[in-house]
Nanobody, 124 residues
Framework: QVQLVESGGGLVQAGGSLRLSCAAS????????MSWFRQAPGKEREFVAH????????YYPNSVKGRFTISRDNAKNTVYLEMNSLKPEDTAAYYC?????????????????WGQGTQVTVSS
């Protein structure tokens, strides 16, 4: 079991940056692959970034590639999402998610643990 708590959301102007954190409690954080998803009102949950449990591989959709960076510190049981060059279309609630092993990283159904979300609002 793992519990996830996101932080770092807020209001930022277009072109700005934010860093989200997801703190995990529970056992064996380093055994979990981690991802960030986002969901805007009236839209489906969207994959944003994935990092393997070792941290050796990361994956992004084209919509955020080159602007967002996922990282993890297994000693601190924390995963991060560095977001740069933010756009109004990045506005959403951002969720971190955890899965054991090798999930289909873009499929939210493969993740058994979710945080409560943190709101990111990008103004134009």
């Amino acid at each position: 079991q793992v519990q996830l708590v996101e932080s770092g959301g807020g209001l930022v102007q277009a072109g700005g940056s934010l860093r989200l954190s997801c703190a995990a409690s529970g056992r064996s954080f380093s055994s979990y692959a981690m991802s960030w998803f986002r969901q805007a009102p009236g839209k489906e949950r969207e994959f944003v970034a994935h990092i393997t449990f070792t941290g050796s591989n990361t994956y992004y959709p084209n919509s955020v590639k080159g602007r967002f960076t996922i990282s993890r510190d297994n000693a601190k049981n924390t995963v991060y999402l560095e977001m740069n060059s933010l756009k109004p279309e990045d506005t959403a609630a951002y969720y971190c998610a955890a899965a054991m092993g090798y999930p289909r990283y873009a499929n939210p159904d493969d993740y058994g643990y979710w945080g409560q979300g943190t709101q990111v609002t990008v103004s134009s």
